[in-house]
């Protein structure tokens, strides 16, 4: 039997809900197969914060790392002190963020099927800066190696998924560190001749994201780039309860809902699950779980299809409990 230890980080706000969702469909994948899954829970965010001092204790570093994987939720206003030292330390340099139609699912009526891979390590996240009473300067680092990187597993990504288009997204028109991203990306392109290779400046990108969305397949870009025109993309497809991700190195990997903590709605019940469950989609198949990948993968969209089940950003009124519960019962009642 397949064993697997997954750190589990619940967070603030909506988080520790739609956790519990994801936990309870990942034990329901468990039974009548050959793997099982041991969780651990680990603290981070603000509830962290005002118990122990640190919004990041260093014995949740220490568990992610004795850890196969990490499932994280949402954190609230501590977020910069715990996801991007997260990804800096583990150094988990790739940002995978697919934006996908599913079936009755508000959306802007385009063929959307996308995947953003954001780099995840530099850039202004680096927070490297000044600030005085009247000014500030954050210094934006980009640097061959990590552009390198970045490109190489945009194209490896495309490949694997027979993908056929990689765009560079960039702004190298006006800043010169956008050269050093592009002229990587380039050279890597040379490297696979099957694959379409292009260039747009993210202003244009922005644009054609809502024009014609269905035009791309895999972007890759810089940080900050890539974090604003993901939430472009999530907006595509029905939002951020929609927009799964994963933040990925060559030893650790951090799965998350792109949508943050959500304080209006915590407690209620209502926040949607989806994103969350489909981060444990993306975890299954980085983890080698590709059968269990595509049976949660088909329960989600046999729900999704059916639309009794829906949360309130859908159209629906169901809560948090009721959707995890329908993905369950169509894991079990179709036998997958």
């Avoid at 385009?110 to 850039?123: A, F, G, H, Q, Y």
């Avoid at 024009?211 to 895999?218: A, R, S, T, Y």
Wanted: proline content about 4%.
């Amino acid at each position: 039997m397949k064993k697997y230890k997954i750190a589990t980080i619940p967070g603030d706000g909506i988080g520790p809900e739609v956790m519990d969702a994801a936990l309870s469909i990942l034990r329901k994948l468990e039974n009548g197969r050959d793997v099982s899954f041991d969780f651990i829970e680990l603290s981070a965010g603000d509830e962290t914060l005002k118990k122990t001092g640190s919004a990041l204790p260093s014995e949740t570093l220490r568990g992610i790392k004795q850890s196969d994987v990490c499932l994280f939720a949402a954190v609230g206003e501590t977020a910069k002190d715990v996801i991007i030292p997260l990804r800096q330390g583990l150094d988990l340099y790739a940002n995978i963020r697919p934006a996908k139609v599913y079936p009755n699912v508000p959306h802007i009526g385009k063929d959307v099927d996308l995947v953003i891979i954001r780099e995840n390590t530099e850039d202004l996240y680096k927070r490297v800066g000044f600030q005085a009473d009247d000014w500030g300067v954050s210094l934006r680092i980009i640097t061959r190696q990590a552009s390198e990187r970045i490109a190489r597993f945009a194209f490896e990504l495309a490949k694997k998924e027979e993908r056929k288009r990689v765009t560079c997204v960039h702004k190298a028109n006006v800043l010169d560190n956008d050269i050093i991203f592009t002229e990587a990306c380039r050279r890597v392109s040379k490297e696979y001749p099957s694959i379409e290779y292009e260039e747009t400046i993210v202003d244009a990108c922005a644009m054609k994201l809502i024009l014609k969305p269905e035009h791309f397949d895999v972007v890759v870009t810089t940080n900050m780039f890539g974090d604003i025109l993901s939430d472009e993309a999530a907006g595509l497809v029905g939002g951020l309860g929609m927009a799964p991700s994963g933040n990925i190195g060559d030893r650790y990997a951090i799965f998350e809902p792109v949508h943050g903590s959500a304080p209006d709605i915590a407690g209620r019940g209502i926040a949607n699950p989806i994103a969350m469950v489909l981060s444990v989609v993306m975890m299954l198949k980085w983890l080698g779980e590709l059968e269990l990948s595509r049976i949660l993968e088909n329960a989600i969209v046999d729900v999704l299809k059916e639309g009794r089940v829906l949360t309130p950003d859908l159209g629906g009124k169901a809560g948090t409990k009721d959707v995890s519960e329908a993905i369950e019962e169509k894991i079990n009642r179709k036998g997958f």
